[in-house]
């Protein structure tokens, strides 16, 4: 008896040593594994981000082949697809800065004061449940914010102003607007909640009131988050292209008046995307051009972005 009770207690024991060997060979090659994968992620992402860079180099190197570059930049008129054809591409640019200031003007304030009373008025029950309800914005289809621009805010703007259109600048730039809030409201928030408590607290024993503390304290030290949304909200309006494209109208034009129709470089793009034009035309190639300038456009906003947030970041 007492040997068996030797050999089940070895048996045991040599059961448990070969598991957790095993498991130290399972954990030692997902070691090994792991990072080769998660390598193999991060490398298709850069691979895709150059290969559709090559994509708009070459085929913008082909268009300008066949038309001039300085008429591109410095031409006040674009009409790549009716004679006379013309390839001044700062109607568009105009158009999508048009619609960008609005949308900007609208998002920032309005985001900015959400963001101030989420972080320094709302109770935390409040803001736990306020705050997911404004993201869910961020989640609405943007085709749903264009026909709700078309249908909703333009009679309204047209019962304003009787000069307005049914498609302009104004109603597209406003319901732009209103898309971009979560993204301002949310990073704000983010930027201001993780102000220190103790830079609170010692203005309130200064005297000061919610208010003093909100504006001269918290969004000071919270600058460069704020800042960087404004930049990124800025830069996710000019990219933008259902809501244009259904509310905004197709007629490329150099105004600065919201109550016309305007075209921008995403409208634009859709526009000659939907298979009438034919493969290598040069109204085929206006499409990467268009494209190249406006991702020349985002990533040197995106740029900006960083750039201020580190300039006028503050660590505590």
């Known amino acids: 008896m007492p040997s068996e009770v030797v050999q089940t207690a070895n048996k045991k024991a040599t059961a448990v040593k070969q598991q957790g060997l095993f498991k130290n060979r399972k954990k030692h090659l997902m070691d090994k594994i792991m990072p080769v994968f998660l390598f193999l992620c991060a490398g298709l992402s850069i691979a895709t981000t150059i290969g559709i860079v090559f994509t708009l180099i070459g085929e913008t190197v082909s268009f300008f082949g066949k038309v001039s570059i300085v008429e591109f930049f410095t031409g006040t008129k674009w009409s790549p697809l009716i004679e006379p054809k013309s390839f001044g591409i700062w109607p568009l640019i105009c158009g999508t800065l048009l619609i960008t200031v609005i949308a900007c003007l609208v998002a920032v304030p309005i985001g900015l004061a959400s963001a101030i009373y989420l972080s320094e008025y709302a109770p935390t029950r409040l803001r736990k449940i306020v705050k997911p309800i404004l993201e869910v914005l961020a989640g609405v289809p943007t085709i749903v914010y264009g026909y709700f621009a078309l249908s909703l805010i333009t009679p309204v703007i047209r019962a304003m102003f009787s000069q307005a259109g049914v498609f302009n600048a104004l109603s597209a730039g406003i319901v732009v607007g209103i898309m971009i809030i979560p993204m301002v409201c949310s990073l704000s928030e983010d930027a201001m909640s993780a102000v220190p ?3 609170r607290d010692g203005a309130y024993a200064l005297g000061a ?7 001269k304290i918290v969004v000071p030290a919270a600058f460069s988050g704020i800042v960087a949304s404004a930049v990124l909200a800025f830069s996710r309006a000019i990219g933008e292209t259902m809501i244009v494209t259904v509310a905004a109208g197709s007629t490329p034009k150099l105004t600065g008046n ?12 859709v526009q000659v995307s939907l298979g009438d034009t034919p493969h290598g035309s040069v109204e085929y190639g206006t499409i990467f051009a268009v494209g190249m300038t406006l991702f020349v456009i985002t990533f040197l906003l995106n740029i900006l972005a960083q750039y201020v947030a580190r300039r006028f970041r503050e660590e505590y």
């Open 197 to 199: 408590r103790s830079l």
């Open 209 to 215: 009131t919610r208010f003093e503390v909100a504006l």
């Open 258 to 269: 919201p109550l016309e129709s305007i075209q921008t470089m995403t409208a634009y793009i």
